[in-house]
């Protein structure tokens, strides 16, 4: 806890300044890593990423090799879900009990295509998209005999 007061306490490095300046071994470097990483997850629509996609930021964005220990070190800012092997960066202030606080309008888009192919799939292992196909395929047949002998 003392640790963190006095981190807290150091002066805030801009994510947006070179960093050359700055030796990686010390807080205020690492205070500006976690900058970079909060404005990053803010620009994110669900407020989080895969970590492996931030790993490949490294060079980009001038880190040092182990910057992700930062999501360990700083609990309060960053939350690292382990689900399904897949580690996920969240930005603990974007969420409110597990609920994006502001979606944006893409999110809903994401939601219902994500439902949509999941039902997709669920019909398609259940052999309802046979019976869908029959049954087009049926009317289709009915009404070009209904359009042709009236």
């Not at 306490?9 to 050359?20: A, G, I, N, R």
């Not at 439902?115 to 289709?140: A, W, Y």
């Amino acid at each position: 806890m003392v640790w963190l007061e006095e981190w807290q306490k150091l002066p805030y490095t801009s994510p947006y300044v070179d960093p050359s300046c700055l030796d990686v071994r010390t807080d205020v470097s690492e205070k500006r890593i976690v900058g970079v990483f909060h404005e990053l997850l803010h620009l994110t629509l669900e407020k989080m990423t895969e970590r492996k996609n931030v790993s490949n930021l490294r060079t980009s964005l001038r880190l040092p090799q182990k910057f992700t220990k930062v999501f360990e070190r700083h609990p309060g800012v960053f939350y690292i879900s382990k689900k399904c092997d897949t580690q996920t960066v969240v930005l603990r202030e974007g969420y409110d009990r597990g609920e994006l606080q502001e979606k944006h309008p893409l999110v809903y888009v994401r939601v219902k295509y994500a439902r949509l192919m999941k039902r997709g799939f669920l019909e398609r292992s259940m052999g309802l998209h046979k019976k869908s196909e029959e049954t087009v395929e049926e009317e289709g047949i009915i009404n070009n005999h209904q359009r042709l002998y009236g």
